[in-house]
């Protein structure tokens, strides 16, 4: 098991060892200094130590490796006795790195409201201030929940130059719209206060037949928005009156500041009329998989959740992240429209500056 603790500003990452005959591990655990980053395959040589007796020259040979990115400046092995064990750390360093630039790329239509809803977070990356991976993540949060927040899909990737020649950091911050989905509500400091706010929607209550997509899309009452009584009462009304829930009842718990709120639905058969896929981010090919959702079939919540994971791997590329979106509507004869957005980003990256601009 791999555990994360933050110890006086430093990052320490760490694998609980398993006993050997011979050089048992304790553990094998990361040290970060200053802006030395946290790459998660950066570092697999030092969690493949894990699964065999420690050998010096192996660790070596990882650290030599990592080295050699050019995305850590300096490092050291230290090891100690833990009982009859050896701990073994590597302690990585870099200097402590400037924020020199901090570009967001893809969107320029929302990047003005954008940057004003960042500044309103204290953990934010900013330009002239000390580099930091979690400040960089924290806004990179951020910015997915503003796209949340307007009701777009959005992938949302990071790209982190480190120029420890100038000691400089810039970040790059890339945007891959999707399609228009429900908007849904931020915490605090983006978000508004609330003297009553939903902070559990239980939809636990809800049968495979009462299709998802229509109740994501079809409702004011939110997890983690503003609470309000009447937008029980106009959800229940708004789900009722589109013939496919035999029963819809919110009931109302937790306390006055604090509200559960839980769903129950019923779902009458549905027939599937329709079901397309549209991709966003790449283009589709011609090989579609055999889905679990099927035209002429009666819609399940299963099916369609399994469909979604058979895309999302379908679609998958090396480098990319997928996100899958469902969406549902209601066609002229009673039927349902299902639709499937597929979303491909990149993954997030830390990369060596290189004045030339290669990396």
Not at 16 to 25: D, F, I, P, R, T
Not at 120 to 149: C, H, P, W
Not at 224 to 231: A, K, T
Request: charged share 20%.
């Amino acid at each position: 098991m791999r555990t994360k603790l933050l110890l006086c500003g430093t990052f320490v990452f760490s694998f609980l060892g398993v006993s050997y005959a011979q050089n048992k591990l304790a553990s094998v655990d990361l040290k970060l200094e200053g802006s030395a980053p946290y790459v998660e395959n950066l570092y697999e040589c030092a969690w493949k130590l894990d699964k065999k007796p420690y050998s010096s020259e192996d660790a070596q040979k990882c650290l030599a490796s990592i080295l050699a990115s050019g995305l850590v400046s300096k490092g050291e092995i230290v090891t100690s006795p833990l009982d009859d064990r050896i701990r073994v750390v590597f302690v990585l360093k870099n200097p402590e790195l400037t924020v020199g630039s901090i570009l967001i790329q893809g969107d320029p239509k929302n990047e003005g409201q954008l940057r004003d809803w960042l500044s309103r977070a204290s953990d934010k990356l900013s330009v002239g201030t000390a580099y930091s991976d979690n400040e960089m993540g924290a806004t990179q949060v951020g910015i997915e929940a503003f796209y949340r927040s307007i009701g777009q899909m959005a992938g949302v990737s990071s790209t982190v130059a480190l120029d420890q020649t100038n000691l400089k950091a810039s970040v790059t911050y890339d945007v891959e719209l999707g399609p228009k989905v429900h908007a849904e509500p931020a915490l605090p400091p983006y978000g508004e206060a609330c003297t009553s706010r939903i902070v559990m929607l239980n939809w636990s209550d809800v049968d495979d037949r009462a299709p998802t997509p229509i109740l994501n899309g079809n409702t004011k009452v939110r997890a983690f928005g503003c609470f309000d009584q009447q937008f029980i009462r106009l959800d229940e009304q708004s789900l009722r009156s589109t013939g496919l829930f035999e029963e819809v009842t919110y009931t109302v718990g937790g306390t006055t500041k604090e509200r559960v709120v839980s769903l129950k639905a019923r779902g009458r058969p549905s027939v599937i009329e329709n079901v397309r896929i549209v991709t966003h981010g790449f283009t589709q090919d011609a090989a579609i998989p055999d889905l679990p959702l099927k035209e002429g079939q009666t819609y399940s919540n299963g099916a369609a959740f399994r469909t979604e994971e058979i895309l999302s791997a379908h679609y998958g590329h090396p480098g990319m992240r997928t996100k899958v979106h469902t969406a549902a509507s209601i066609t002229n004869s009673g039927n349902l429209q299902v639709v499937f957005h597929v979303l491909r980003f990149p993954e997030n990256r830390h990369i060596k500056f290189e004045p030339q601009g290669r990396s």
